[in-house]
């Protein structure tokens, strides 16, 4: 049984998560799924609820930056990063500090860890209460679509988690932002809901990271080929219609679609991130009812959110792993 916890319910969720429990949580970027980030039953209890790869690390939440900073070795582009962005969707991968509590599972074993003081309400006054630094993933099955809704979560995960606090619809929409500082030149792990032009205007040009193939070892975990999967195929830049397909509108909607979910009619990528994961659940659920073949997404800019919606429907629409059924991990993504 999961319980479903509203916003007066604070102290019963902060409770569970100081007793080792799963607690997801409402931030600004997607539902969080939460354990107490320094007791390694915990951590395995998250990795085993969504199927997640152990080699996959995960982010720790804190109230505060001066909390945050306990546990990692912060510089000045990391110190000036935080002022801007902190509370906020912006993930800082950081060495390590000697005197860390975080588990070394919530870190997958590497020697950095990341981190992140999000700017919910309720993820705020729940991270403050708890006392404790949240390790939380989004809270979806691996692989699957990122949930934005209580609902969605316990679509997900209900009955393998301890509880949701329901905080209602998160507002960006789309996963923070992921910057490497771990080293001497910033590197963007995951376009998120920071753009990267202003983190550059703070800290100057930032590279990319290329994993070079799946699997352990890699630069960025989460930067795995199939993630955001509906479980219909998803074709991008579509500039017409084929017969079977549900469409994902942005702007102006392609004539003659049997079903369609309007991300921003005035394409605005900012409304269209905050629908992005809602409007790829309901498509998905009603083309399966209607009996489609296939989402079909209108072309997306690629600058501010956009570059962020666009990864993850690349990732929605890449080729996916063939599921063992024996395997829970069905993609190796969190
Ligand atoms: O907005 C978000 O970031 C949400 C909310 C709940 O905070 N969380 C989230 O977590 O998206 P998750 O686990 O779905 O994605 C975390 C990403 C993964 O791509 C993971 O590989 C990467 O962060 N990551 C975590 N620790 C890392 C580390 N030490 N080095 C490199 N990448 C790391
Ligand atoms: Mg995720």
């Given at each position: 049984?999961t319980l479903?916890?509203?916003?007066?319910?604070?102290?019963?969720?902060?409770?569970?998560?100081?007793?080792?429990?799963?607690?997801?949580?409402?931030?600004?970027?997607?539902?969080?799924?939460g354990?107490d980030?320094?007791?390694?039953?915990?951590?395995a209890?998250?990795?085993?609820?969504?199927?997640?790869?152990?080699?996959?690390?995960?982010?720790?939440?804190?109230?505060?930056?001066?909390?945050a900073?306990?546990e990692?070795l912060?510089?000045?582009?990391?110190?000036t990063?935080?002022a801007?962005?902190?509370?906020?969707?912006?993930?800082?991968?950081l060495?390590?500090?000697?005197?860390?509590?975080?588990d070394?599972l919530?870190?997958?074993g590497?020697?950095?860890l990341a981190?992140?003081?999000?700017a919910?309400?309720?993820?705020?006054?729940?991270?403050e209460?708890?006392?404790v630094?949240?390790?939380?993933?989004?809270?979806?099955?691996?692989?699957a679509?990122?949930?934005?809704?209580?609902?969605h979560?316990?679509?997900?995960?209900?009955?393998?988690?301890?509880?949701?606090?329901d905080?209602?619809?998160?507002?960006v929409?789309?996963?923070?932002t992921?910057l490497?500082l771990?080293?001497p030149?910033?590197?963007?792990?995951?376009?998120?809901?920071v753009p990267?032009?202003?983190l550059?205007?703070?800290i100057?040009p930032?590279?990319?990271?290329?994993p070079?193939a799946?699997?352990?070892?890699?630069?960025a975990?989460?930067?795995?080929?199939s993630?955001?999967a509906?479980s219909?195929?998803?074709?991008?830049?579509a500039?017409?219609?084929?017969?079977?397909?549900?469409?994902?509108?942005?702007?102006?909607?392609?004539?003659?679609?049997a079903?369609?979910f309007?991300?921003s009619?005035?394409?605005?990528?900012?409304?269209?991130?905050?629908r992005?994961?809602?409007?790829?659940r309901?498509?998905?659920?009603?083309?399966?009812?209607?009996?489609l073949?296939?989402?079909?997404?209108?072309p997306i800019?690629a600058?501010?959110?956009?570059?962020?919606?666009r990864?993850?429907?690349a990732?929605?629409?890449?080729?996916?792993?063939q599921?063992?059924?024996?395997s829970?991990a069905?993609?190796?993504?969190s």
């Open positions: 049984m479903r916890l509203d916003g007066a319910k604070l102290d019963r969720a902060a409770a569970l998560l100081r007793e080792g429990r799963l607690v997801a949580f409402p931030t600004e970027t997607v539902y969080g799924l354990a980030a320094r007791n390694a039953r915990a951590v209890a998250i990795y085993a609820a969504k199927g997640r790869p152990s080699f996959n690390p995960l982010i720790s939440h804190f109230a505060s930056a001066g909390a900073f306990t990692v912060a510089d000045d582009r990391a110190r990063v935080a801007h962005f902190w509370p906020g969707p912006l993930t800082l991968v060495p390590r500090a000697p005197t860390a509590r975080i070394l919530t870190a997958a590497l020697d950095t981190v992140r003081v999000p919910h309400p309720l993820a705020h006054a729940l991270l209460r708890a006392g630094p949240v390790a939380a993933p989004s809270a979806n099955p691996s692989g679509v990122s949930p934005t809704s209580a609902d979560v316990l679509e997900g995960l209900g009955g393998r988690i301890d509880a949701v606090l905080g209602g619809t998160c507002v929409g789309v996963e923070s992921v490497d771990s080293g030149v910033p590197l963007l792990l995951r376009p998120g809901g990267e032009e202003a550059a205007a703070l100057g930032i590279g990319r990271a290329h070079a799946d699997g352990p070892g890699v630069k975990p989460g930067m795995l080929s993630h955001y509906p219909l195929p998803v074709r991008l830049e500039a017409a219609l084929f017969p079977g397909e549900a469409l994902l509108a942005f702007g102006r909607p392609l004539p003659d679609a079903l369609y309007q991300l009619e005035r394409g605005d990528t900012r409304e269209a991130a905050s992005l994961f809602a409007g790829l309901w498509l998905d659920a009603e083309g399966r009812r209607l009996k073949s296939r989402i079909a997404a209108q800019p600058d501010g959110l956009g570059v962020a919606i990864d993850r429907l990732r929605a629409a890449a080729p996916r792993p599921a063992e059924p024996s829970p069905k993609n190796e993504a």
